[in-house]
Each structure stands twice: as C-alpha cells, then as structure tokens.
C-alpha cells in the first residue's frame, strides 16, 4: 500500500482567528486521505523548531503557504530579526530550493489563500503574477476543489485521445469571367479603418459603405507597433551597473500632471515601493520632486545597487531595480528576469492614478557590459563570461509598441514573459 501523500503547511501566527482557520484547513485534508503536518500538533514536547521547519520542509510532497498580510511581510523582507522567527526561517529554507531547482519546487509550494485574504498577499518569491494560487472558499470538496485536486493529481478535465485527421474535400477554383461591360475593378480601401468599396461596374462607378461597427465594439489589439517609437528618459545614474529598468509610456494625447499632484506624490511612492518590495522598510530613501517630475529611490545601498520609482509629469512611469550581483558580477537569469519585470511591472500599475488607456513599455538594462548570463542558484560564483564584443553600454528596448492597460492589469504575465524574452534575446544579439 502505498504511503499518503505528506503536505507541511507553514504560516504565520497573525492571531487566534488566523490560527484556528489554518488548523481547520490542516484537520479537513487528513480527513480526505492527506498526511497533513502542523506546528500545533507538535507542540506536546520542547523542540528545535528551526530543525523541525527544515526537515518538514524536506520531507512534504507539498507546502502549503497560507497567506497573509503578515506572511507577505516575512516573505518581502519587511519584519525585524525577532518577529515571526520560525516563519523567516521557513521563508529562508523556501527561497533557497526555489534557487535550487525551480522547476521542480515552483509545483510542490502552493500558495492558499482562505476566506478574507487576497493575492496581494502572496510574496513576491511566489510569483503573485505569473504562477498558480489556490482559493479554498470554504472546507468542503467543492469549495476546496482546485487545492485537493492538485494535492492529489485529479485533474478536473481528462485530456481526450487523439483522434483520426479527416478527410475534407476541396472546393472548385472559381472561374473569372471577363466582359467589357462587367466588373474591372474591386478595391478594398482601409486607410482611415472604414473600409469603402469601390466597384466599377456597367461602366460606372459605385461606392459602398458597409455596416457602421463602433469602435468601442471592435476587438482591441494586444499589442501594436507604433508609427515611430516614443521618446524614453533612460537613467543614467553614475556610478551603478546591472540596473533593470522599466517604462511605461503614455500614447496619444494625455493631460499633463500638475505640478502640486508631482509635489504630493513622493511620499506616496516610496510607501507604494516598500509594500510592493521594491524598497526594504529599514533602508533609507531619497524623496522629491521638480516642476517635471517625482521620485523615490534607495540611498546607501552597497556596491551600487539601485532601485528607484518615478512620475513624469506626462504621465510617463518608470521604475528600476538592480540585478542580483556578486563578487564577480550581475547576473541575468531568465527565471529571475521575469520575476523582476513583474515586480516592476506591477508596482508602476499600482501607481496613484488612472492608466492611460495604451502605453508603450520600454525595458533595459543599464551598463550591461558588467552583466553575464547565468543561474542566480549557483551564486556567489568564483568566475563567469562577460560579452567581450558588447556593441552597446545600455541594452535598451525602445517604446515602439503599444499595450492595452487592460491587457497590464488583466494578464500582465504575457507582458511580462514577452518583455523578458525580448530583452534577453537583444542582450545575447548585443553580445555577439
């Protein structure tokens, strides 16, 4: 008989309610065949916790993280050394296997979010944006559903067979008839959007307007390439390297920001910046404005790192962080890539203030020639390759294309991914 299927669920102790709701959801899954493990079922003798949390963590099939603000906090960096000491170190033990091998473990640590908790609530190493959360709306099968069903590899839809290609049959090649007197020509003309027909027929000539389909009714299009790219501010702070960098650049005509709105808004980005992660709440900051913009940024990191949050006074958004670096280095890792954008990403939509209705996304990577290629899991490294050829100092992305904002706000993951891709793919270009 095989053994069941071991699940630890770790999470934050934020107060009685909290406790007794995961104690409830612990208790449910070993009532449907999982060997669930809890710190409150295990509390009957003095242990090492720190050892415990480590070897339940290696030992679980899953780990389950019952989110919450708290736990978003331990997760993002955010708590002093002596809150939730037992949740930081299973915080720690999950970062490190993430680093490990992601793959593997990016299925095996699943996000829970119980009645009254959100995704915002997610840490940032979980992918809040681009991987898979599981609600449990109450403790019943149908409201636990998506949960038990991956604990215990039920698919909800079985994947049909692959069937027999069938046979089609071809329809006839139509024959053009040529008269004089007939048709001589058709041309469909959509310059303006509003396709006219124009028809010459029995010599004369006949003009049709087909049917008037609003625009707000017309399928809008993911992404579209503009006539010209947009103007972009890169930044260009001496004295840092391996910096990322995100735009999001009004199209079309958008009103200008008043310079009281820029004067109000630097303290507003910098609490934005630390809830979303960008910032660390123990680091200090530069906060300030000018007739044309406004900013938060870190001071006093070590070895240069940056990270920043800005408004333009066109409603140009813009946010920066540095890549990870060692004794050798930055790093460009795919997988730590998409993460980073999306962070970006989603801090600059959370931005005070309504989203122009398209923008154009603008990516880099500031003084790329000290950046290589390679797996944030196997630093600090004791060497790497540097593109010895790099054609550019800056790997700059224009804004030549335009997104929805609700494509941003709806599936900011194909954002993200095509970003990632894009900028990775113009970076082994650059280094060739």
């Known amino acids: 008989m095989s053994q069941p299927t071991r699940v630890f669920v770790t999470y934050t102790h934020d107060s009685e309610e909290h406790k007794n709701q995961v104690l409830a959801l612990a208790a449910f899954l070993r009532s449907h065949g999982l060997d669930v493990q809890l710190d409150a079922w295990d509390s009957y003798k003095r242990r090492d916790w720190y050892e415990w949390g480590q070897r339940q963590i290696m030992l679980a099939d899953f780990i389950l993280v019952v989110v919450s603000k708290q736990y978003r906090r331990v997760g993002d960096g955010e708590v002093e050394s002596m809150e939730n000491r037992g949740a930081q170190a299973e915080v720690a033990a999950l970062r490190e296997v993430m680093q490990y091998d992601r793959p593997q473990w990016i299925q095996r640590i699943l996000p829970v979010l119980l009645p009254g908790h959100s995704p915002d609530e997610i840490p940032l190493f979980l992918q809040p944006l681009t991987a898979d959360h599981f609600k449990v709306k109450e403790l019943t099968l149908a409201g636990a559903d998506s949960l038990i069903r991956v604990l215990t590899a039920q698919p909800a839809n079985a994947l049909p067979p ?50 008037n389909v609003p625009r707000d009714q017309l399928n809008e299009t993911p992404w579209s390439r503009l006539t010209a790219p947009l103007k972009v501010d890169w930044h260009d702070e001496p004295g840092t390297s391996g910096v990322l960098e995100l735009h999001l650049v009004p199209v079309g005509e958008v009103d200008p920001l008043q310079t009281r709105r820029l004067q109000s808004m630097p303290d507003a980005l910098a609490a934005l910046g630390r809830r979303e992660g960008l910032f660390t709440n123990a680091e200090g900051l530069s906060c300030d404005s000018s007739a044309d913009s406004a900013w938060a940024k870190a001071v006093s990191r070590p070895n240069g790192d940056a990270a920043g949050l800005a408004v333009t006074r066109t409603g140009c958004r813009t946010a920066w962080s540095a890549l990870p670096r060692d004794m050798v280095g930055s790093i460009l890792d795919r997988h730590d890539l998409v993460q980073r954008i999306g962070l970006l990403l989603q801090t600059l939509v959370r931005v005070e203030g309504s989203l122009p209705a398209r923008v154009a996304p603008a990516v880099g990577i500031r003084a790329a020639a000290a950046v290589a290629e390679g797996s944030v899991a196997r630093m600090p490294r004791t060497s790497a390759v540097f593109p010895s050829r790099l054609r550019q100092e800056h790997i700059r992305l224009p804004a030549a294309e335009s997104v929805s904002a609700s494509l941003l706000v709806d599936d900011s993951a194909e954002v993200v991914e095509e970003l990632a891709a894009r900028l990775l793919a113009e970076f082994r270009e650059a280094s060739r």
């Open 162 to 211: 692959i069937g027999t290609v069938p046979t089609l049959g071809q329809n006839p090649v139509p024959e053009f008839a040529s008269k004089s007197t007939g048709t001589g020509l058709v041309q469909v003309d959509g310059a303006q959007g509003e396709a006219v027909v124009f028809a010459v027929q029995d010599g004369d000539l006949h003009v049709t307007n087909p049917p």
